[in-house]
C-alpha cells in the first residue's frame, strides 16, 4: 500500500515512487518503466508540460507517465491522484534533480 503524506515533498515518496518504477505488477507484460528508463533517465519531467507525439496534444507528465502504462506496459492508466501516479513523478522528478526547468522543450 501506498501512502503519501501531507507532508512536504520526501524522500519517501521518492523511494515509493522508485518501487512502483521497477513493480512489474504496474503493467501485464511484465514489462518495467525501468527497462526503457533505467534510473528515470530519458524521461524529461523538467520539460512538461509539452507537446507529444504520441498523444497529439500538449500534455503534463502525468499523461505520459500514464501514456508508457497503456502501451508498453500494457496496463491500466493510473488517476492523476492516485498515489502511485504521484510517487512515480517524484522519482522521475527526483533523479532529474539539478536539471535546468525548460518547458515546451521536446
Excluded at 527497462?35 to 509539452?50: D, F, G, I, S
Excluded at 500514464?66 to 492516485?82: H, M, Q, S, V, Y
Aim: charged share 20%; glycine share 6%.
Amino acid at each position: 500500500m501506498f501512502y503519501i503524506s501531507q507532508q512536504n515533498f520526501d524522500l519517501a515518496v521518492v523511494k515509493q515512487g522508485r518501487e512502483v518504477f521497477i513493480d512489474s505488477n504496474l503493467g501485464t507484460n511484465g514489462v518495467v518503466c525501468a527497462q526503457c528508463h533505467p534510473n528515470a533517465a530519458n524521461t524529461h519531467p523538467e520539460t512538461y508540460p509539452k507537446f507529444q507525439q504520441q498523444l497529439g496534444k500538449v500534455a503534463p507528465l502525468w499523461e505520459m507517465i500514464n501514456w508508457c502504462i497503456r502501451n508498453p506496459l500494457e496496463g491500466k492508466a493510473l488517476k492523476a491522484d492516485d498515489p502511485r501516479m504521484i510517487a512515480l513523478q517524484a522519482y522521475i522528478t527526483y533523479e532529474r534533480r539539478g536539471v535546468k526547468l525548460a518547458p515546451g522543450k521536446h
